[in-house]
């Protein structure tokens, strides 16, 4: 393996309530994976929920329906999806848990469209949506979501985690390699992220859809709800 070198970037900071659809930070199907490259640490989820999904259970459950209502999951699914944060003790922003990059392999759900289209009134008549849709591959970042065109490579974890880590190289100008340092809970107290260590009772919660339950680690039930509290004051 080569060695790994620290990037002269200082990438921002997601401003979270600007993408209500990104995957909602460490929601996963399953353990996840985690990794280490240069000052970042990165987390490989299967089957994350949005931010807005999890708004809208937090929302409903606590009585705001309206809100609920607003942030009800939208038409795309994201089967694999890479998270990029700074090691903590290299954060140039100060302490956060906040992403820099967000990779996405997705997938459109065009019948869900055209149901939100009806319902806002349109006349979905003479529209001819195909019954399945490509695999995408996106990029959130602190200024865009961006479209990064078709996926053509293997529908595998290692595959996808492939073609995430040659974008993530590309967009932060890393040098090296990723390193693995196990799943997604091992970045808290792992030396080489510098994330501290959570406390057991706080370290997870349960989020349910219909692909069973998704882990959240504490982090990202703290994010969904501080964005609830933002968004609480216009609904």
Known sequence: MLPTQT?????DLI???????????????DEGEAWTWGDFV?????????LSEGISKIANELGRTKLGK???????????????????????????RRPVIVLTLEK????????????????????????????????FDATKRKNLGNYLGDFTREAVSESFFKIIGSELALDGEPKRIGAIKDIYGHPDTGWPIEKSSTSSATIE??????????????IAVSILVFLI???
């Open 42 to 50: 990165l987390v490989l989820q299967i089957n994350p929920i949005t």
């Open 108 to 139: 459109a759900d065009y019948q869900k469209i055209l149901e939100k289209m009806r319902e806002m009134g349109a006349d979905t008549s003479g529209v001819n949506m195909p019954s399945d849709s490509p695999l995408m591959l996106g990029l």
């Open 70 to 96: 607003a942030f009800e999951k939208p038409p795309i699914e994201y089967p694999f999806a890479m998270s990029v944060y700074y090691r903590m003790d290299k954060n140039p922003h100060g302490p956060s």
């Open 15 to 29: 401003p979270i309530t600007n993408y209500p659809t990104m995957p909602s930070p460490f929601t996963v199907s």
């Open 209 to 222: 859809n219909k692909k069973g339950c998704l882990s959240v680690v504490a982090i990202g039930g703290l």
């Open 7 to 11: 990037t002269s970037m200082t990438p």
């Open 233 to 235: 004051q216009k609904f």
